[in-house]
């Protein structure tokens, strides 16, 4: 009951058309203030809509990634400017479908590498799903039913050259996770992972990798949450702190979660965004944080007039919560996106039920530029399964 795929079909993810159920009901909903700082602009499929950057006294430099502030200059036209981000890499992108997972450069035309396939190379068959990596790409973990295994899925780690897997076994033992886990960059020596042998029904727990397949125990991270479940950890670009869903319900949709915040140390506890914090409150769930250079993304609920006062449309998008404090802004243009994933240049990757051309409601896999006024898809008319992505450069 507590493993946690997430997987969402277009018609949940369209279907806010129910007033029973798990929604409330429809009949005395009020429509929120529409929140001024992203006006809808149309989306365009290519990255030469960008606003313009101006310099800054940290030209040729690279910000702090964990959130950098937001500046404005009046003369600027297209409307406001950020600092300047690290050189575009192209960058990578981590997801599942199905029973296998992939990574694929987060750059238009990319032909994604099937991860799966080269794990077939050790000599194990099983089903693989929830792939991410470190912010530098030099590891990625999967939860995989292969390498001795069994039946449940275990945590695996590998390195990006494919040279080699390990199981993680914190102090030497085996775990099944509870969702999707996170990885330090450089030696890959922190692990952050969700399981259910904690304090609450799913904790978060780091452990450290001493060497090859060896790892400390396992400390616990979310000791002071006052949240039953807590799971799908995101590692901020500086590597202190953890952002991840915590909520009173094991699928976050059901309602009631919020986005949280700890230390890789297990200290400084605190909620980050909750549904109470935008437009209108009875959207009651927040999921998927990811700190990117600008501030911290997550989906929730976007309520729309359907024409009908009886039947309100409350599809999902991006939100971005800015570092330097101020409203929650709405990016309406991605109407019906899901899964944000911060990319280490200021772009993210998501799930776009609703880009152009994509009438079947797929969940395309497609990057957003820095000021989220444009975007492509890198998996037109492919269904990506919705269970978290991986963002690296």
């Known amino acids: 009951m507590r493993s946690l795929p997430f997987a969402r079909s277009a018609s949940a993810l369209l279907g806010g058309l129910a007033c029973a159920g798990l929604y409330v009901a429809c009949t005395d909903y009020l429509e929120p203030p529409r929140l001024e700082p992203t006006p809808p602009v149309l989306a365009v499929i290519?990255?030469?809509?960008?606003?313009?950057?101006?310099?800054?006294?940290?030209?040729?430099?690279?910000?702090?990634r964990d959130g950098g502030r937001l500046v404005t200059d009046a003369s600027v036209e297209a409307g406001p400017t950020y600092p300047v981000p690290p050189p575009l890499t192209g960058g990578h992108v981590y997801y599942t479908r199905e029973t296998h997972v992939y990574r694929i450069d987060a750059t238009p035309g990319a032909v994604p590498v099937n991860v799966s396939e080269r794990l077939d190379a050790f000599g194990e068959a099983g089903d693989d799903q929830r792939l991410t990596a470190s912010l530098d790409g030099r590891w990625m973990l999967v939860d995989s039913a292969r390498f001795g295994c069994g039946t449940t899925a275990c945590l695996v780690l590998v390195p990006n050259d494919f040279s080699h897997v390990e199981v993680v076994r914190p102090?030497?033992?085996?775990?099944?996770?509870?969702g999707v886990s996170a990885i330090s960059s450089g030696a890959g020596d922190l692990i952050v992972y969700p399981a259910s042998n904690g304090p609450h029904l799913v904790d978060l727990f780091a452990t450290r990798r001493r060497g090859t397949g060896v790892y400390s125990d396992p400390v616990l991270l979310t000791g002071a949450s006052t949240y039953p479940y807590n799971n799908m950890p995101a590692i901020t670009f500086n590597g202190t702190k953890v952002?991840?869903?915590?909520?009173?319900?094991?699928?976050?949709?059901t309602g009631n979660n919020d986005a949280c915040e700890v230390n890789v140390d297990g200290t400084g506890f605190r909620r980050l965004v909750s549904a109470t914090t935008l437009p209108n409150p009875r959207q009651t769930h927040v999921q998927n944080p990811h700190w990117g250079l600008d501030g911290l993304l997550f989906e929730a609920a976007w309520p729309v007039d359907s024409g009908d006062p009886e039947i309100v449309l409350r599809p999902e998008i991006i939100w971005r919560l800015p570092s330097d404090g101020g409203l929650p802004v709405p990016h309406q243009v991605f109407d019906n996106s899901v899964s944000p994933c911060a990319l280490p240049d200021g772009r993210y990757a998501f799930l776009w039920l609703a880009g152009p051309g994509n009438v079947r409601g797929d969940h395309e896999l497609s990057i957003a530029n820095r000021e989220a006024t444009s975007a492509f898809v890198l998996t037109p008319r492919v269904e990506i399964t919705d269970v978290g992505l991986g963002c690296s450069d």
Do not use: H, K, M
């Not at 290519?46 to 702090?64: N, T, V, W």
């Not at 030497?172 to 996770?177: E, K, L, M, Q």
């Open 171 to 178: 102090g030497g033992r085996v775990f099944t996770p509870e």
């Open 46 to 64: 290519d990255e030469d809509a960008e606003s313009p950057r101006l310099g800054s006294p940290e030209a040729g430099g690279e910000p702090a």
């Open 243 to 253: 952002s991840f869903d915590c909520g009173q319900n094991p699928f976050p949709e």
